[in-house]
């Protein structure tokens, strides 16, 4: 029998630390912790972020080992978010990865997180066939991805303004929600009539995205209404939330829908923080449903920012030698 190969994952882009072990294409354990420091100032705060992932990141890397019921020294490689992200909490990430390979004479592997979401589909039993197409939203990213190996990947289509979960946090903050304010939709929008209000869709050619356009359409929707009613917002929450969760995802799965029919890919997977969204991962099961295709979602520990996605990345490029040095350096910005 074989010996089993085992990665450290570790994720630092943004607000959450985080530290995976994956065996064998398998997530041992998945270990997150979240800032609650930036929710009084209304988004991340990068300085912030930066020293608590200073402070997180030992006893997160440590449980993540303690709950796979493996020992450090049975780590084959480390792997670690290099780019996107904010650069301050990227750094901390990428020196306790060299850090670690260093002290453990083990392999480096440098992920890509927008890859890496793409990949969190292939964890657990229910996985896409290649290839597969990904609808990939999150805060800062909208993209449809076309993926015919774990690590042959295409842009299709991608945001030319706002991402899809920040047109959800800019819409959330015009209702006077507090930060973050996309979960809150999703939970408001339970209760409302998507139906209710009309916002705007901007059209954009292709498969590309734009979202600010919404951003702007609610705010001067709401100006008009409360200047005539102060109390508009509280008295129509639940159906101004599923209104404006409703123009989001419809411009979402229309892309996607004319993804599915310009390739004739017949996997369809979602990923990325938005893919948590309950109205979408519905929208993604009638659009299967629609076009006889087959649909994918992550559990929801995989949607957000997470290090299982960078262990399972790491696998697969472990698989393909694909590892880099100790001189290599965070990226604020990098293409695939």
Not at 27 to 34: D, F, G, K, Y
Not at 78 to 94: D, E, M, R
Not at 184 to 213: M, R, T
Request: glycine share 8%; hydrophobic share 40%; aromatic share 6%.
């Amino acid at each position: 029998m074989s010996t089993p190969i085992t990665i450290l994952g570790i994720e630092s882009s943004c607000d959450e630390t985080s530290a995976s072990i994956c065996q064998d294409g398998q997530i041992l354990s998945n270990v997150i912790a979240t800032q609650k420091v930036h929710e009084k100032y209304g988004g991340v705060v990068p300085e912030l972020a930066s020293r608590a992932h200073i402070q997180n990141i030992v006893p997160v890397v440590d449980t993540a080992i303690k709950e796979s019921g493996i020992t450090l020294n049975q780590i084959d490689a480390v792997a670690f978010t290099q780019a996107p992200g904010l650069i301050g909490s990227l750094l901390v990430g990428t020196q306790f990865a060299k850090s670690t390979a260093l002290a453990l004479n083990k392999p480096l592997i440098a992920v890509h997180h927008m890859q890496a979401h793409v990949l969190a589909n292939l964890i657990g039993v229910h996985k896409p066939e290649f290839p597969f197409l990904c609808l990939t939203v999150s805060g800062g990213h909208t993209q449809i991805v076309k993926a015919t190996s774990p690590l042959q990947m295409e842009v299709l289509g991608e945001t030319i303004d706002d991402a899809a979960g920040e047109a959800f946090d800019k819409t959330a903050k015009i209702l006077g929600l507090p930060y973050p304010g996309g979960p809150l939709i999703d939970k408001y929008a339970s209760e409302g009539n998507p139906l209710a209000f009309s916002f705007a869709k901007p059209q954009v050619p292709g498969l590309d995205f734009s979202f600010s356009g919404v951003k702007t359409s609610v705010l001067y929707f709401l100006q008009k209404q409360m200047s005539e009613d102060p109390d508009f917002v509280q008295k129509n929450l639940p159906d101004l939330a599923a209104s404006i969760q409703h123009t989001i995802i419809d411009v979402l799965i229309k892309k996607l829908k004319k993804a599915i029919q310009q390739t004739g890919i017949r996997h369809v997977c979602i990923a990325g923080g938005v893919s948590a969204n309950k109205g979408l991962r519905a929208a993604l099961v009638q659009l299967g449903e629609q076009l006889g295709v087959e649909t994918y979602r992550p559990d929801f520990q995989y949607c957000v920012d997470n290090a299982g996605m960078i262990a399972m990345t790491g696998y697969y490029k472990y698989l393909a030698g694909q590892f880099t040095g100790l001189e290599i350096s965070p990226s604020a910005r990098a293409s695939w």
